[in-house]
Structures are given as C-alpha cells and as structure tokens.
C-alpha cells in the first residue's frame, strides 16, 4: 500500500510540473508573439527595406542600447516573417494549366509529379514512394484532373480549363 501511496505522489508532482512547465511556455510563446508584433508595427511598409537591413550593431549605434541574444532572436524571427509576407505579396505565383496537369498525369501520374505541379507536396512524394498506388491512385487523379475537382493546393482555378 505504501508503494502505491508513493506512486501516486510521485505522479502527481510530475503531472502538476509539467501542468506548469507548458503554463511557462505559452506565456512566454505569448511574450514572443506580443514583441514580434511591436517590430512588425514600428516598421511600415514605407520602411520595409531599413526594417530588413537592421542589424543589432545598427540598433546599438542608433540607440546606445544593446540587444540581448533573445532580443536579436526576437528581430531575426520578424524580419523573417516580413520577408516571407512581403514575398508572397509579389510573388503572384502564375496559375495553373488544367492540360499541362492533365498532359503531366497521363505521361508520368505513376511518379506523382502532377501532384508536385499542383502544389501538394507531401502526396507527391507518398505517390512517387508507392508508384502512384500501384498506377490506381494516378488513374483516380487523371479522371479528377479532367472533371476539374482536383485543383491547385492554393485554392486557385485553372487558368486555362478544359
């Protein structure tokens, strides 16, 4: 009785630290999240470029003050993000062709390459894995490329349709 009543203590502490444990790691995710988003503000999209540019030796040039390793994180993981933002919005990726879908799936559909130009990665690789489900998984696409209902992972129409 003694081992069980030893056991379950034991438990309970563990449950409870780690209860804290991910309590402390939200909160500071939260604090993270909350100075990315003072970075992301204090740089309008007239600024981008200087935002992109700044580097903590300018920071501790312009303001005296120098910037703690989480800090430097901090700006890194914005400047990262805007980046990535300001990428996609240039980005215009060109649409996709339904007969360039329809041509690739009927010459190498067993290889999951139609899946790669349409955008779904992941498929693409299990496809290439298992030969396109043995050749039933790229028929399945071919007929769905053809009615239309398999369409770009972007959520994009065809740009010319069949």
Not at 130 to 136: A, F
Request: hydrophobic share 45%.
């Amino acid at each position: 009785m003694k081992k069980l009543n030893i056991l379950l203590a034991i438990l309970l502490f563990f449950t409870v630290n780690i209860f804290a444990v991910n309590s402390e790691k939200q909160i500071k995710r939260q604090n993270l999240n909350e100075k990315l988003a003072t970075y992301e503000k204090a740089y309008s999209a007239e600024n981008i470029e200087d935002f992109l540019d700044l580097t903590p030796k300018k920071i501790r040039e312009e303001t005296g003050n120098k910037l703690s390793l989480k800090e430097i994180l901090i700006l890194k993981a914005a400047q990262k993000r805007i980046k990535k933002a300001s990428s996609n919005l240039n980005d215009e990726s060109k649409p996709k062709s339904q007969v360039a879908a329809l041509i690739i799936v009927i010459f190498v559909g067993v290889l999951g390459i139609h899946r790669f130009y349409l955008g779904y990665t992941g498929i693409g690789i299990i496809q290439l894995l298992t030969l396109g489900g043995c050749g039933i998984w790229a028929l399945i696409d071919l007929i769905m490329i053809a009615t239309g209902d398999l369409k770009p992972k972007d959520g994009s129409n065809y740009d010319p349709t069949l």
